[in-house]
């Protein structure tokens, strides 16, 4: 990893409620990482190895927190403060502006480290031209809403807002950062730069650059839970100007569903088709068996030449009143990653059985 650098020009950032990677490349290294403040608000800063399992460093030592002329402000150095041999440093910002937190360690000490900053109180947010900033926390006015659209502007470098919004869990949706190559700001260059969870960390793999029109943003998101997400609009480098922010429901209709109200039909000797829509969906089937009666249950996919889905998987076969049956779930036994279960009906039942996909994703099944 290239160093970072250890003055005003640094390439690294660090955001309020938020943290960063990077290591002590070598003996008394240190690394600047470049935050933008309020004044007023009060930041806890933790830098953390190997005593919490943050990195491989041993014994960090949080050097100091500079201001933007790159001046130490007194009494903001810290050896062991954290946890063990972490360091931790709680501060007040004077005014508004950039500042600079200085992470190293202990003597000759290397290794990696996590540098996290923690809001440890509200700051009403400025009133520049009239207008109310957005904030990059949890704490944040921004507000968006499902199939909407919300518009702001990035008024600086480095600037990032955040957006709260209302998801169900499973539910799927297409979040669109625009600006001047669609006509929807004066911003050349989005940069969607992450959604957060309730708690404000962000979720792997939700930042894009590029992905829309242009030097435009996208990210489609399936939500884990039910709950608040916040969405984090920003900028390509040190670019300012206007955007929309819209959020898309792009979750699949459900063909079949999965319960005895299924629409989902299938008779003796017969068969039918359907389609594994997204992760964790299944699809369920009605068929009335006679007392006695033994069946075969097929579920296939591409290794037989029926479908798309790579690895089947037969969920169980379920009884009138919805109950799985012991032992009727199946995964390979089939051909290849096709699914098979032989069955024989204990008495007269209209019975259901439900299929979804594997880890091998979506796809349809004949």
Not at 167 to 190: C, H, I, K, M, Y
Not at 310 to 323: A, E, K, N, P, Q
């Amino acid at each position: 990893m290239s160093d970072i650098g250890s003055n005003i020009y640094t390439r690294g950032r660090l955001y309020l409620n938020s943290y960063t990677r990077s290591r002590i490349n070598y003996g008394y290294d240190r690394d600047w990482f470049r935050i933008y403040l309020r004044g007023g608000q009060r930041v806890r800063f933790d830098l953390e190895g190997s005593p919490t399992g943050r990195g491989t460093l041993r014994d960090t030592y949080l050097r100091g927190i500079y201001d933007s002329n790159g001046s130490r402000i007194s009494g903001t150095t810290n050896d062991d403060g954290g946890t063990g041999y972490n360091s931790r440093v709680d501060f007040t910002a004077s005014r508004t502006g950039y500042y600079y937190v200085s992470a190293g360690a202990y003597s000759s000490r290397t290794g990696s480290y996590r540098l996290t900053a923690t809001a440890l109180n509200t700051v009403s947010p400025v009133q520049p031209g009239g207008g109310g900033e957005i904030a990059a926390n949890t704490g944040t006015s921004g507000r968006l809403t499902l199939g909407g659209n919300t518009t702001s502007s990035i008024e600086r470098s480095g600037d990032r807002d955040w957006f709260r919004i209302h998801l169900n869990a499973g539910q799927r949706v297409r979040f669109d950062l625009e600006g001047s190559p669609t006509g929807r700001g004066t911003l050349r260059d989005t940069y969607l730069r992450g959604i957060y969870d309730s708690n404000g960390s962000r979720i792997s793999g939700t930042t894009n650059d590029d992905g829309g029109t242009g030097y435009n943003s996208r990210v489609d998101f399936t939500a884990s839970q039910t709950g608040y997400y916040y969405v984090a609009a920003g900028a390509y480098g040190s670019r300012t100007g206007s955007y929309r922010l819209t959020a898309t429901d792009i979750t699949p209709t459900d063909d079949f569903s999965a319960n005895t109200g299924t629409r989902g039909r299938l008779s003796l000797n017969g068969n039918t088709t359907g389609n594994i829509q997204y992760s964790g969906d299944r699809d369920w089937f009605r068929i009335h068996l006679n007392a006695g009666q033994q069946v075969r249950f097929d579920l296939e996919g591409s290794p037989t030449g029926r479908g798309t889905l790579r690895d089947t998987y037969l969920r169980g076969i379920y009884d009138s009143s919805g109950r799985q049956i012991s032992g009727t779930t199946n995964d390979d036994g089939g051909t290849g990653y096709n699914s098979r279960v032989d069955f024989t009906a204990p008495g007269p039942i209209t019975t259901t059985f439900r299929r979804e996909p594997t880890a091998a994703g979506p796809g349809p099944i004949g």
